[in-house]
């Protein structure tokens, strides 16, 4: 009889160190989504920025860059959630890459 020395496969996970690593955004995406109203009347919402942030001087900065209303909503599943009016889904991306808050591959843009 012959000796055969059979290797049985271990599973592999690719993103096993980005999980375990404390690298900033590993993990976490900032979700920018937005939500229809009544007629022509939209919402954006910036959801997932850091807890670190001030969220009152981001939205600050938003409505005074943007020219419109806007506020910060406390939800229990998803935490602190920024809210303005109107379709700024681009504008708030591009303002987040160059304000230096978080990074380009970091935005999650959602909607139609």
């Known amino acids: 009889m012959v000796d055969l020395e059979i290797q049985v496969p271990t599973p592999f996970d690719p993103f ?3 999980k375990e690593s404390d ?3 590993a993990k976490e995406y900032v979700h920018i989504r937005i939500q229809q109203r ?3 009347k939209s919402l954006t919402t910036v959801q997932g920025l850091k ?3 001030s969220y009152e001087k981001i ?3 938003l409505k005074k860059e943007f ?5 910060v909503v406390q939800d229990k599943e998803l935490g602190k959630i920024i809210q303005l009016q109107g ?3 681009k504008n708030v ?8 808050l978080v990074r380009k591959d970091q935005i999650k843009i959602h909607g139609f």
Do not use: H, I, M, T
């Not at 020219?67 to 506020?71: F, L, M, Q, S």
């Not at 991306?93 to 230096?100: E, W």
């Open 87 to 89: 379709d700024q889904r």
């Open 93 to 100: 991306s591009q303002f987040l890459v160059q304000a230096g």
């Open 23 to 25: 690298a900033p955004g």
């Open 51 to 53: 807890k670190e942030f």
């Open 38 to 40: 009544n007629g022509k």
């Open 67 to 71: 020219c419109c209303n806007g506020n």
């Open 16 to 18: 096993a160190e980005a």
């Open 59 to 61: 939205l600050k900065d």
